[in-house]
């Protein structure tokens, strides 16, 4: 009797030692398993009680059950200490941050944080204004409603002009217009700046379009100007040649074609290859195998004299690059609308 009741007592100091290693509840389970359980080692200890009688059973039934209450005992003292831990760490996981929007709520939840960046069309404006920078020019800004005088009078469209229905326009009940082009920030430059001058004016524009995978109502533009003393086409090339090797990595096919623009002469459509196809045809170049994405020219004579400048001591050249486009050669891009469509998939991958 006294062995079976020294052998229970030696099963609390074992006991205690498990359930202090245990590290979560399901360990805890365990050990209640491994000491009371049906195959435990208490229940193997009772089973020797055959040999005893009933008084010697009374004596180590006692022993039994005190050991039973001492691992109660520390079974839940344990069981505090993991409960505690468990709240200790669901504070700093689950917390609720009430300044969080729904949308940053749902990633921080899900855990599949994501850092914001700048759109894809910023990117190339960014690289682009970095590239002209380099090369002396800076960078002017003009006002997205504009006066018709500085979207097309000035830029020697004159009132019945029928080159203004290449560019649909949206008026305003005031008689003012959505800029069409980043062209106006030319004249609006020649108004401020003395000669020479160099700028670029990165910026939004609107027309009045039917939308479709190479059309938008609203997209970008970047004008180009130099105004100089004897400025020819081989500046405008070499500017035009600058621009596109810095932009794409490889070499990229481009044609040149006579282009009319009113404040041009001569001008030039400046087209590139599609990228989207490989020049094979699809939606983007109307399956002719090139995009237009870069006219330019040099300044027309009219537009220097407008200005205040005398075309026999000044010239210029200009270039107005369709951004939007450019972007989608650069990543092959299959619709332009997916630009501003909202579409957080899409604008991840860049
Ligand atoms: C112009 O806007 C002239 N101001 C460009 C210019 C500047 C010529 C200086 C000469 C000298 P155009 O309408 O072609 O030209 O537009 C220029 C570029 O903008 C196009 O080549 C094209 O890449 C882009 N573009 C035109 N319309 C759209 C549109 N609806 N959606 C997206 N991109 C467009």
Redesign the pocket.
């Known amino acids: 009797m006294a062995d079976l009741i020294a052998e229970i007592q030696a099963l609390e100091a074992k006991a205690a030692s498990a359930i202090a290693a245990a590290a979560d509840t399901e360990a805890l389970q365990n050990v209640t398993q491994e000491f009371t359980g049906k195959k435990g080692a208490l229940t193997h200890v009772m089973k020797q009680l055959g040999s005893l009688t009933p008084e010697q059973r009374g004596e180590v039934g006692k022993a039994a059950n005190i050991f039973k209450a001492r691992l109660e005992e520390l079974l839940a003292a344990k069981e505090a200490v993991l409960a505690e831990a468990r709240f200790a760490s669901l504070a700093e996981t689950e917390f609720v941050d009430l300044s969080v929007t729904p949308g940053e709520y749902a990633a921080i939840a899900s855990g599949a944080t994501h850092s914001g960046h700048v759109h894809p069309i910023a990117q190339t404006q960014k690289k682009l204004e970095e590239i002209f920078t380099s090369m002396g020019f800076s960078i002017v800004d003009g006002p997205q409603v504009e006066d018709d005088y500085h979207n097309f009078g000035a830029l020697n469209f004159t009132d019945d002009h029928p080159a203004r229905d ?2 649909d326009t949206f008026y305003t009940v005031t008689k003012h217009l959505l800029r069409t ?1 980043t ?1 106006s920030v030319q004249i609006r430059a020649l108004e401020k700046m003395k000669p020479p001058i160099r700028i670029i004016a990165p910026g939004r524009v609107f ?1 009045y ?1 039917e939308v479709d995978a ?3 109502h609203t ?1 970008y ?1 970047m ?1 180009g100007m130099i105004i100089d003393r004897k400025v020819s086409v081989g500046n405008l090339l070499h500017l035009m040649q600058t621009l596109l090797s810095e932009v794409f990595s490889k070499g990229v096919e481009v044609r040149l074609r006579p282009g009319y ?1 009113p ?2 002469e001569p ?1 030039f459509e400046l087209d590139m290859k599609c990228l989207v196809c490989n020049g094979t045809g699809c939606p983007v170049c109307k399956h002719s195998g090139w995009v ?6 040099l300044v027309h004579p009219n537009v220097i004299q407008k200005a205040g400048l005398s075309p026999e001591e000044w010239q210029g050249a ?3 690059l ?1 951004l ?2 450019l972007v989608m050669m650069q990543h092959g891009i299959e619709d ?1 609308r997916h630009f501003m469509a909202g579409k957080l998939d899409f604008l991840r991958q860049f």
């Open positions: 290449m560019q082009h062209s027309r379009e190479s059309h938008e997209f533009q004008e623009f404040f041009v001008g237009e994405v870069l006219p330019c020219g200009a270039f107005g369709g939007n486009r332009i």
